[in-house]
């Protein structure tokens, strides 16, 4: 079982840089893709940016040259740094995270965007 537990949400002006982490405990033995989704009220959860073990990543469109995705394989951990926020970014971002062919998501944390 890995537990994958995000953190560094909050209140965040437009134009801010936060960086969540988003770290995995349990039993880990090879964590395959790591990834970020993010849920807005009344809207589907979506997907926001992936990063393969090899380090390839995808990103939706709306965040594209404003949002990095990258691990620490080391520490199980993969980071999502935010750059240029606006108040469309507003939503419960998840971490959700691959081993042997099961997915594992977090709780999510939650990121206002606004002044």
């Known amino acids: 079982q890995v537990q994958p537990v995000e953190s560094g949400g909050g209140l965040v002006p437009p134009g801010g840089s936060p960086r969540p982490p988003c770290a995995a405990f349990?039993?880990?033995?090879?964590?395959?893709?790591m990834g970020w989704y993010r849920q807005a009220p009344g809207k589907q959860r979506e997907l926001v940016a992936a990063?393969?073990?090899?380090?390839?990543?995808n990103y939706a469109d709306s965040v594209k040259g404003r949002f990095t995705i990258s691990r620490d394989n080391g520490k199980n951990t993969v980071y999502l740094q935010m750059n240029s926020l606006k108040p469309e970014d507003t939503a419960v971002y998840y971490c959700k995270l691959d081993q042997a062919g099961w997915q594992y998501w977090g709780q999510g944390t939650q990121v206002t965007v606004s002044s």
């Open positions: 349990g039993t880990i033995f090879r964590i395959n893709a």
């Open positions: 990063i393969s073990t090899g380090g390839r990543t």
